[in-house]
């Protein structure tokens, strides 16, 4: 998983015509490193996406834009607009993780 470390590549990112995953996380948070267990395996299941993450104590002011009240949160962007997102109190197993990318 690649990670975005600016606002010009968040931008450049989520204004892409196939739909991108963002994976917002911090390194002090428990519930994120249990995520990064199972979610290597769910990508390979799910590569029509592609997939980041951010770093939210990095870049603030994107999770605020976003309201990513919680992480790890999963949030999906097709052509700069946000179409889906799955808050930390949904996103703490793979079922749940899957279940989501299922609905989309």
């Not at 990112?13 to 994120?32: E, G, L, R, T, Y």
Request: glycine residues 2%.
């Amino acid at each position: 998983m690649q990670s975005i470390k600016n606002k010009e590549t968040f931008e450049e990112i989520i204004s892409s015509k196939q739909p991108v995953i963002i994976k917002f996380h911090a390194d002090w948070c428990p519930d994120c490193r249990r995520m990064d267990m199972f979610i290597d395996e769910i990508m390979e299941q799910y590569d029509q996406y592609k997939w980041y993450d951010i770093n939210k104590d990095e870049l603030p002011e994107i999770a605020e834009k976003y309201d990513v009240m919680g992480i790890p949160s999963l949030l999906v962007w097709k052509n700069g607009e946000k179409t889906a997102h799955l808050h930390s109190a949904n996103a703490k197993t793979p079922d749940q993780v899957t279940d989501f990318l299922e609905s989309l």
